[in-house]
């Protein structure tokens, strides 16, 4: 009977609280993260239009992330949407140069006289 006694002491023995983890606060999550990541990616796949508000809206995200000073989980999806609308805006400033481009071409060779 003393055994029995024992153990049910020792099992229903609770443990000091030790305070807060050592792995510091939980981490944040930026609101826009997954919407700057979707409009990245859709300005490289669909619309490259879509480029300069995934650029810019990341690059406000990002800083927003710096100043706060809190750890968020999806900066990762921030850095990658707002790199691929940088990719996307330069691709689409190249493609309007070369338009452009080509359009002087033409009208400094006659391309579009009409008396041939």
């Known amino acids: 009977m ?6 049910y002491k020792t099992a229903t023995m609770s443990y000091p609280n030790y305070g807060p983890s050592y792995y ?4 944040h999550t930026h609101p826009n993260g997954t919407a700057i990541l979707v409009l990245g990616i859709l300005s490289l796949v669909v619309c490259s239009f879509l480029g300069p508000f995934a650029w810019s809206m990341g690059t406000k995200a990002l800083r927003e992330i710096d100043q ?11 850095q990658a949407g707002r790199i691929c609308g940088i990719i996307s805006s330069v691709l689409l400033m190249l493609t309007f ?3 452009i481009f080509a359009f002087g071409i033409a009208l400094i060779s006659g391309g579009f006289s009409s008396s041939s």
Do not use: V
């Not at 003393?2 to 153990?7: D, G, H, P, S, T």
């Open 68 to 78: 706060s000073g809190y750890l968020y989980e999806n900066r990762g999806h921030i």
């Open 2 to 7: 003393i055994k029995a006694e024992l153990w």
């Open 24 to 27: 510091g606060p939980q981490p």
């Open 97 to 99: 140069a070369f338009l």
